[in-house]
């Protein structure tokens, strides 16, 4: 019988006759990309709120001669607006290089609020916001602080530093929303560790870029491995 885990056609109801169904093997699947999809009611008043207001770029737009569908991207994702009657109902959520960057953004742009970054005990910094049906959004970005408490011993440590250097730590751990000394205990931490051929790094590209930023702002016109020719200045 169908449903009864057991193959059809039994010889006369003999339950030795009855061999049981095999279960499938799970496959293995390789899933490249998630477009999550929300319904608008106009796409093209959609697209711009999205692009203009939320800080995605443009996908593409599909239907003639109105739009009935369309991809907007927000990083190397894209998500799809299809065009209908809205149920804003649960939400979509966005791991990000920099959330409060992106939330200063939308802010800016009058997008309303639904709830305040903040530091998550799941290991993330979000907030949500709300589209212009109300479908709920959030982003977020990894902070990492998940799991017991490491109780340690901090002590002094004498150490001279090139001075724009300094000044470069100090607005990157401003941005990061760190203490000068916890950045600098990140970076040596992933620096111990090997990746492929080289060393990990603490830094996403966001904040790669925003380090790019920094290093112009503070007139940073050596390379990497210019500090085995420091030599101080006398006086």
Request: glycine share 10%; net charge negative; charged share 25%.
């Amino acid at each position: 019988m169908f449903g009864s885990g057991k193959r059809l056609f039994p010889d006369h109801g003999s339950e030795a006759n009855v061999v049981p169904m095999s279960t499938p093997a799970r496959p293995r699947v390789f899933c490249e990309r998630h477009h999550p999809g929300l319904v608008v009611t106009d796409i093209q008043k959609a697209v711009d709120f999205y692009v203009d207001k939320l800080g995605f770029t443009p996908g593409f737009t599909w239907g003639e001669p109105v739009p009935t569908f369309a991809g907007v991207n927000l990083g190397n994702v894209q998500i799809f607006l299809e065009k209908g009657t809205p149920h804003p109902e649960g939400g979509t959520f966005f791991v990000v290089g920099n959330a409060d960057e992106l939330f200063e953004f939308q802010r800016a742009n009058g997008v309303e609020v639904d709830v305040e970054p903040g530091d998550r005990e799941y290991g993330l910094r979000d907030y949500s916001v709300k589209d212009l049906h109300g479908h709920r959004l959030s982003f977020g970005h990894y902070i990492y602080n998940t799991g017991p408490a490491v109780a340690i011993e901090r002590v002094e440590m004498p150490v001279r530093l090139e001075k724009r250097i300094v000044a470069v730590l100090q607005d990157l751990a401003l941005f990061k929303r760190m203490s000068l000394s916890s950045l600098l205990e990140e970076t040596f931490l992933h620096t111990f560790e090997p990746l492929a051929d080289g060393v990990a790094s603490p830094h996403n590209p966001a904040d790669i870029r925003y380090i790019q930023t920094l290093k112009t702002k503070h007139g940073i016109d050596y390379d990497c491995h210019a500090s085995y020719r420091f030599v101080e200045r006398e006086g």
